[in-house]
């Protein structure tokens, strides 16, 4: 059974451009989360989807930042007009179920660098 | 506004010592608490903690939780250079997350 998977691994964006972050959960998963870890600081929420539906963004900036989790494909994370301060590591995370932590099992990660 | 705290922020010891690793926290709606170790990847697993007084014990590692005093240890004995990591502490919240920042652990042979 293959893990959370997440790509790119390594971004590079400019100031300015879009970023897209796929995240595939684990088979059979339906529940996936968005965190961001920025340099020197612990993972923090951004936000919970279930298939085709937002739950919880209430750590999502309100501007620039969007995620879907489709029908069919992986969830995607995207953030316009990308700039210095998004560069940091997105880690996505899927459980079968909601809210048990314990089952929320982590992907590799996105390192996103803006310059 | 919920906060998990970590101390300390980072640790060097030599192989075979035992280190002790504390998280408190200030989080409503507390359902349970989680310790991750991070090495350059993905966050892993190690316990989930629910109940005051019950030790989890996993190898070297172990974890005990205290609902009153709103706090958990993490100790590791013996240690390995394997163990060289940041280890995390979370805090589940309703469908969240909380998360510290981390204790950075360094292991010298």
């Known amino acids: 059974n293959a893990g959370v998977m997440q790509n790119p691994r390594h971004l590079v964006r400019r100031r300015g451009q879009e970023a897209r972050l796929r995240c595939s959960p684990m088979?059979?998963?339906?529940?996936v989360y968005w965190y961001r870890q920025l340099p020197e600081e612990g993972l923090k929420f951004m936000v919970y989807?279930?298939?085709?539906?937002?739950?919880?963004e209430s750590g999502m900036p309100k501007e620039r930042f969007s995620a879907e989790f489709p029908k069919e494909g992986p969830s995607i994370l995207r953030i316009q007009q990308v700039v210095r301060g998004d560069s940091a590591a997105y880690f996505c995370?899927?459980?079968?179920?909601?809210?048990?932590?314990?089952?929320?099992?982590f992907g590799p990660g996105t390192r996103l660098t803006v310059t | 506004e919920d906060k998990v705290v970590q101390s300390p922020l980072s640790l060097v010891v030599h192989e075979g010592d035992t280190v002790t690793l504390n998280c408190s926290y200030e989080?409503?709606?507390?359902?349970?608490l989680l310790w991750y170790k991070q090495e350059k990847k993905a966050p892993t697993f190690l316990f989930m903690l629910?109940?005051?007084?019950i030790e989890k014990k996993s190898g070297r590692l172990s974890s005990i939780l205290d609902k009153k005093e709103l706090f958990s240890i993490l100790n590791i004995t013996a240690t390995q250079t394997g163990d060289s990591a940041v280890y995390l502490c979370?805090?589940?919240?309703?469908?969240?997350?909380?998360f510290g920042a981390g204790t950075i652990l360094r292991v010298k042979s």
């Open positions: 995370a899927s459980s079968p179920t909601e809210g048990q932590g314990y089952e929320q099992y």
């Open positions: 088979k059979g998963h339906s529940h």
């Open positions: 989807l279930q298939k085709e539906n937002i739950i919880d």
């Open positions: 989080v409503t709606n507390f359902r349970s």
């Open positions: 629910t109940s005051s007084g």
């Open positions: 979370a805090v589940e919240r309703g469908n969240k997350l909380v």
